[in-house]
């Protein structure tokens, strides 16, 4: 070996442990860069988007943290007035009512999610898919009937599903539907994009960190609680006791900065037919429920990707849902099989987030 290759090695090694050192450095400084004095408010427990929802605000002075909570809370209200299909006003019911007959004209963050939602539909081969509607309707009604759609019934709603039979025009902002009797429904996608709006606002209002929980699907930014480095975010697990009650076990803990985490699962809400059960998510190509995960929890750095995502693994199995997520940047999966064996997968990355 000549002398130059001798003197290489060592420069590398002190080189990577120089790097180390101060990745080290930045990282802990950042941590506690965060303001030593600040105040927590916090909303408690309210109902919006037809789940429960908890809003926490940081900020250096308690009126403002107040204020973010409030603001926070105003944009999920907002995001629910304009995307779901129960409230009769909303833009999604307007669609579903009049896109068959002409193009709809709606708001930007509507389009945006529209055109979010047809991304992951490519992305997901059509797991992902908001005109799942008429199949949701279907299965929703054979639950509370007890009895299984004929495979009529099945067809004929199969016929309104597709996001390709969604017509766009970007220019105008409006949407058509290609075929009579489609239905979107936003409920895979909605909370998440609610969780960015309400974080966005919240740091406009001031906030320096917050957390916005939607009925499990959460997102965490900036400044935890005083004397945390971290959000800590218990994850439930995914088993229901024979009066159908939740676990109140947790299957681990979550330690985030700036992430957010969505569920989606079996274990909450399903219909049951002649006392199987059957998922609230539909596996557009089998027009059936989704089977095989009792739960699917996905991190991302915003809550739209993380909740489409999660419902979109729910119905592409831990196969190929794991290779989905392994090739997306940024993104982890933790999946827990169906009962009674339960058994949990993960993508490489997702271990750094779980508390030892
Ligand atoms: P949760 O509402 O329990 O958090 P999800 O985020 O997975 O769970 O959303 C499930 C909802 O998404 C269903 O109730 C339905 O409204 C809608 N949905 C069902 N199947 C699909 C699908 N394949 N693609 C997109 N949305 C779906
Ligand atoms: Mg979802």
């Given at each position: 070996m000549n002398k130059k290759?001798?003197?290489?090695?060592?420069?590398?090694?002190?080189g990577a442990i120089l790097v180390t050192v101060l990745y080290f450095i930045l990282t802990v400084e950042r941590q506690q860069s965060w303001p030593k004095k600040r105040?927590?408010?916090?909303?408690?427990?309210r109902e919006i988007m037809g789940t429960f929802v908890r809003v926490m605000a940081v900020a250096t002075d308690k009126q403002t943290a107040l204020a973010c909570v409030e603001e926070g809370i105003k944009q999920l209200k907002l995001v629910d007035n304009l995307m779901s299909v129960h409230n009769a006003e909303s833009q999604i019911s307007r669609i579903n009512r009049e896109a068959y007959s002409q193009a709809v004209k709606v708001t930007e963050p509507v389009f945006e999610v529209l055109q979010r939602s047809v991304e992951y539909s490519k992305l997901t081969d059509g797991a992902f898919d908001i005109t799942v509607g008429p199949l949701v309707d279907l299965w929703q009604q054979a639950g509370n009937k007890n009895i299984k759609p004929t495979e009529d019934e099945i067809a004929s709603a199969k016929a309104k599903v597709g996001y390709e039979k969604l017509v766009f025009d970007t220019e105008k902002r409006t949407v058509r539907f290609a075929v009579d009797g489609m239905q979107l429904d936003l409920g895979g996608i909605a909370k998440g994009y609610g969780i960015d709006s309400a974080a966005r606002a919240m740091q406009q209002a001031g906030a320096i960190g917050g957390m916005i929980d939607v009925g499990g699907d959460i997102r965490c930014f900036g400044a935890p609680q005083r004397g945390k480095q971290k959000?800590?975010?218990g994850l439930q697990e995914p088993k229901t006791d024979a009066k159908g009650l939740?676990?109140?076990?947790?299957?681990?803990?979550?330690?985030l900065v700036n992430k957010a985490v969505a569920t989606s699962g079996d274990y909450r809400r399903f219909t049951l037919i002649d006392g199987q059960k059957y998922s609230h998510i539909i596996n557009p190509s089998t027009s059936s429920s989704a089977e095989g995960l009792?739960?699917?929890?996905?991190?991302?750095?915003?809550?739209?990707?993380?909740?489409?995502?999660a419902t979109a693994v729910s119905v592409m199995g831990a196969e190929k849902g794991l290779a989905l997520i392994e090739r997306l940047a940024d993104t982890e999966a933790i999946l827990i099989s169906s009962g009674p064996e339960f058994k949990q997968t993960k993508t490489t990355g997702a271990e750094q987030y779980i508390k030892k």
């Amino acid at each position: 070996m000549n002398k130059k290759a001798k003197c290489i090695k060592p420069a590398i090694i002190i080189g990577a442990i120089l790097v180390t050192v101060l990745y080290f450095i930045l990282t802990v400084e950042r941590q506690q860069s965060w303001p030593k004095k600040r105040f927590t408010a916090e909303s408690g427990y309210r109902e919006i988007m037809g789940t429960f929802v908890r809003v926490m605000a940081v900020a250096t002075d308690k009126q403002t943290a107040l204020a973010c909570v409030e603001e926070g809370i105003k944009q999920l209200k907002l995001v629910d007035n304009l995307m779901s299909v129960h409230n009769a006003e909303s833009q999604i019911s307007r669609i579903n009512r009049e896109a068959y007959s002409q193009a709809v004209k709606v708001t930007e963050p509507v389009f945006e999610v529209l055109q979010r939602s047809v991304e992951y539909s490519k992305l997901t081969d059509g797991a992902f898919d908001i005109t799942v509607g008429p199949l949701v309707d279907l299965w929703q009604q054979a639950g509370n009937k007890n009895i299984k759609p004929t495979e009529d019934e099945i067809a004929s709603a199969k016929a309104k599903v597709g996001y390709e039979k969604l017509v766009f025009d970007t220019e105008k902002r409006t949407v058509r539907f290609a075929v009579d009797g489609m239905q979107l429904d936003l409920g895979g996608i909605a909370k998440g994009y609610g969780i960015d709006s309400a974080a966005r606002a919240m740091q406009q209002a001031g906030a320096i960190g917050g957390m916005i929980d939607v009925g499990g699907d959460i997102r965490c930014f900036g400044a935890p609680q005083r004397g945390k480095q971290k959000w800590s975010i218990g994850l439930q697990e995914p088993k229901t006791d024979a009066k159908g009650l939740v676990s109140r076990q947790l299957e681990l803990v979550l330690e985030l900065v700036n992430k957010a985490v969505a569920t989606s699962g079996d274990y909450r809400r399903f219909t049951l037919i002649d006392g199987q059960k059957y998922s609230h998510i539909i596996n557009p190509s089998t027009s059936s429920s989704a089977e095989g995960l009792s739960s699917v929890t996905i991190i991302a750095e915003k809550a739209t990707d993380a909740d489409a995502l999660a419902t979109a693994v729910s119905v592409m199995g831990a196969e190929k849902g794991l290779a989905l997520i392994e090739r997306l940047a940024d993104t982890e999966a933790i999946l827990i099989s169906s009962g009674p064996e339960f058994k949990q997968t993960k993508t490489t990355g997702a271990e750094q987030y779980i508390k030892k």
